[in-house]
């Protein structure tokens, strides 16, 4: 296989990497940078690497579709890597008290239980696909953790909300065509 066709699977595999690092960023941040730096680049370098790991998401479905490319390891570990990431901003978003513990419970219960329906829907050979409002979802997701980790422009929290609503929203959608399928 071409580089161009094992590309998906790397960034799937590096945007699992910058998770961790965020992550590593977000908690040990003041023992990592030295004293003489402001803790905003603290807040800046984790928003960074969440905001990359979030293009790799990005890249590594069009260039799965320009190249049309599939495999077990990216069906099984695309999004589990896009859940680890959603999942790392959060827990750091959450040690920093700068996200509603409501709204991450409702975010994460609503992507395991769609998760449980992908799931059940695959074992009776069914595929759901994603819908626009899932893209729509996950963007908001997105916007809102990134100003949430930059802590630099207001608005954050109520990116957040708007984002849980749209996820329960989604997750509404996601379960009526799952029924609708049978």
Not at 16 to 27: E, G, K, Q, R, W
Not at 103 to 129: C, P, Q
Not at 163 to 171: E, R
Request: contains cysteine; glycine residues 8%.
């Amino acid at each position: 296989m071409s580089f161009s066709k094992n590309l998906p699977n790397i960034l799937t595999i590096i945007r699992i990497v910058l998770t961790i690092l965020m992550l590593i960023i977000i908690i040990y941040g003041t023992n990592i940078f030295p004293s003489w730096v402001d803790y905003s680049w603290i807040n800046y370098s984790a928003c960074l690497i969440f905001g990359i790991a979030s293009w790799t998401d990005f890249f590594d479905g069009y260039i799965a579709r320009i190249y049309n490319v599939k495999s077990k390891f990216g069906e099984v570990f695309d999004p589990l890597a896009d859940k680890m990431l959603i999942l790392g901003a959060f827990i750091g978003l959450l040690l920093l008290d700068r996200a509603s513990p409501w709204a991450v419970f409702l975010i994460l219960s609503r992507e395991f239980f769609i998760t449980g329906l992908r799931v059940i829907a695959a074992g009776d050979g069914r595929n759901i696909a994603a819908s626009n409002l899932g893209k729509y979802k996950t963007g908001f997701q997105i916007t809102a953790i990134a100003f949430l980790l930059a802590d630099l422009f207001p608005g954050g929290t109520f990116l957040l909300w708007c984002a849980t609503i749209i996820t329960i929203y989604s997750g509404y959608d996601y379960t009526k065509q799952y029924y609708k399928s049978k």
